[in-house]
């Protein structure tokens, strides 16, 4: 079983930045697909941001898109989302999630992450 923690999260202000990590334990996620989501208070999870098993392709949240960056670094076994010019909407708990095997058409959808972390706070001050 892969474990996922996130770190990285805090309190900055409107335009500021932050770089999330998402580190694994446990397994190798050299062949995971790994995406990040987040969920505000009151709302669901939504999608943010996810990269192929190769870190060839990634997928944006419109809401994001221009601002958020993921990577990552198989030999630190770890996934990373670079946060740009964070808006106070920005403000949500932040999940890391993954997925081994995956090659599919599809990487926004929740239910197809078999392995998540416990989140991450981020908070965007105006």
């Known amino acids: 079983q892969v474990q996922l923690v996130e770190s990285g999260g805090g309190l900055v202000q409107a335009g500021g930045s932050l770089r999330l990590s998402c580190a694994a334990s446990?397994?190798?996620?050299?062949?995971?697909?790994m995406g990040w989501f987040r969920q505000a208070p009151g709302k669901e999870r939504e999608f943010v941001a996810a990269?192929?098993?190769?870190?060839?392709?990634?997928y944006y949240a419109d809401s994001v898109n221009g601002r958020f960056t993921i990577s990552r670094d198989n030999a630190k076994n770890t996934v990373y989302l670079q946060m740009d010019i964070l808006k106070p909407e920005d403000t949500a708990v932040y999940y890391c999630a993954g997925t081994p095997g995956y090659s599919g058409n599809y990487y926004s959808i929740s239910v197809d992450y078999d392995y998540w972390g416990q989140g991450t706070q981020v908070t965007v001050s105006s």
């Open positions: 990269i192929n098993w190769s870190g060839t392709a990634t």
């Open positions: 446990g397994r190798r996620i050299d062949n995971y697909a």
